[in-house]
């Protein structure tokens, strides 16, 4: 069965550091988002990726947060200069046509030291 | 916005049934989904409903959608330990995004 894939599983960053969590979403799907959860606490929408651009975003998803799609297949999510409140996991998820049930990975554990 | 609650804890005996609620504020969700969350791991899809449907059973899990209400419950039949673990209620709208509840953890003892 298709999954989306994220990697890595878990990283650790030093505070101020630029990290990059990478996600490949199922094949022939079109709409691609990003969610984190802080632990113990919901999870919570970051932004949504369609047609090449962002589509939605919160207010969590500051200037700190960029998004891209480099190549067709990955779907990458960028923190610039990363906080200790950064840590947390990060799910992408992404949507076939017909808009139907959304598919999620298993998550980046990150970690910020 | 849109705002997803559900009751934090639920404790069940092995062998009964448990029902997890959830109550939803958005009336244009779409789809009302549940996920299972094991400590440390991820996300896992259990079961979906469309808006338009009242019941949806797949083998131990019954959804109910109460649409008026705004009211989603999942009911597991004959809960076995390897239930425990949180379970999220979410909705989704014609945006795309999903609104996710607080989680309810539940407990199975033997």
């Known amino acids: 069965e298709p999954e989306v894939t994220q990697t890595p599983s878990h990283q650790v960053t030093q505070m101020g550091q630029e990290v990059i969590l990478r996600c490949v979403p199922i094949?022939?799907?079109?709409?691609f988002y990003w969610y984190r959860q802080i632990l113990g606490q919901k999870v919570e929408f970051l932004v949504s990726f369609y047609n090449n651009e962002i589509s939605e975003k919160s207010e969590i998803f500051d200037d700190q947060f960029s998004v891209e799609r480099p190549d067709g297949s990955n779907f990458t999510l960028k923190i610039r200069s990363t906080k200790l409140e950064d840590s947390a996991m990060y799910f992408c998820a992404s949507i076939p046509q017909g808009n139907t049930e959304a598919f999620f990975g298993q998550g980046t554990r990150l970690t910020v030291v | 916005g849109e705002d997803v609650e559900q009751s934090l804890f639920l404790s069940v005996r092995e062998g009964d049934s448990s029902v997890i609620n959830c109550t939803y504020t958005?009336?244009?969700?779409?789809?009302l989904y549940w996920y299972k969350q094991e400590p440390g791991a991820g996300l896992q899809l259990l079961t979906y409903?469309?808006?338009?449907?009242d019941m949806k059973q797949d083998q131990r899990l019954t959804v109910l959608l109460n649409k008026k209400d705004k009211h989603l419950s999942l009911r597991i039949a004959d809960t076995q330990t390897g239930d425990s673990a949180i379970y999220f209620c979410a909705e989704r709208g014609n945006a795309g995004k999903s609104t996710f509840g607080d989680g309810t953890t539940l407990t199975v003892k033997p």
């Open positions: 409903i469309f808006s338009n449907m």
């Open positions: 958005d009336s244009s969700s779409t789809y």
């Open positions: 094949s022939n799907h079109l709409y």
